[in-house]
């Protein structure tokens, strides 16, 4: 899979991947990617205990203003199915698909095109349709 760096476009190797972050005095993993979760590696380990169990872990600072930057661009994106786009930091998206999801062929043509795209970006969605916006994000 190829994974690109969300600034730059360019290619990141395909080792296990951890967003990093000084907590309280340690670097710690803020998150990770399927392949460093697949290794046992989770959010709030220390960065030095996962090197130790993952050498060829590539550690890249967290950018929290740039993770809500590429938010608000995927939501704007995400207009072209629906006019109703919520944002829900970190890293979660609302759409209101009532009275337009069958332009998408109803709510399973719609879920599968978000999944193209979203996998188009290198990206995983785990997407969710409920009565409520919470319902919907409780089920993703």
């Given amino acids: 899979m190829r994974r ?3 600034d730059s476009g ?3 190797p395909d080792a296990p991947l951890a967003l990093v972050a000084r907590q309280q005095n340690a670097m710690r993993i803020a998150a990770t990617d399927a392949a460093a979760q697949a290794l046992g590696l989770v959010p709030g380990q220390a960065l030095a205990d996962a090197r130790a169990a993952v050498p060829d872990l590539l550690a890249v600072a967290h950018d929290p203003s740039g993770d809500a930057r590429w938010l608000e661009r995927l939501g704007r994106e995400c207009r072209g199915w629906t006019p109703a786009v919520e944002l829900a930091p970190p890293d979660a998206l609302v759409l209101d698909i009532a009275g337009c999801d069958h332009l998408a062929g109803g709510e399973d043509g719609l879920r599968a095109a978000v999944l ?3 996998a188009a970006r290198g990206m995983n969605a785990r997407p969710g349709c409920g009565g409520t916006a919470a319902a919907a994000l409780a089920l993703a």
């Fill in 4 to 6: 690109e760096a969300a």
């Fill in 116 to 118: 193209d795209a979203m």
């Fill in 10 to 12: 360019d290619a990141l």
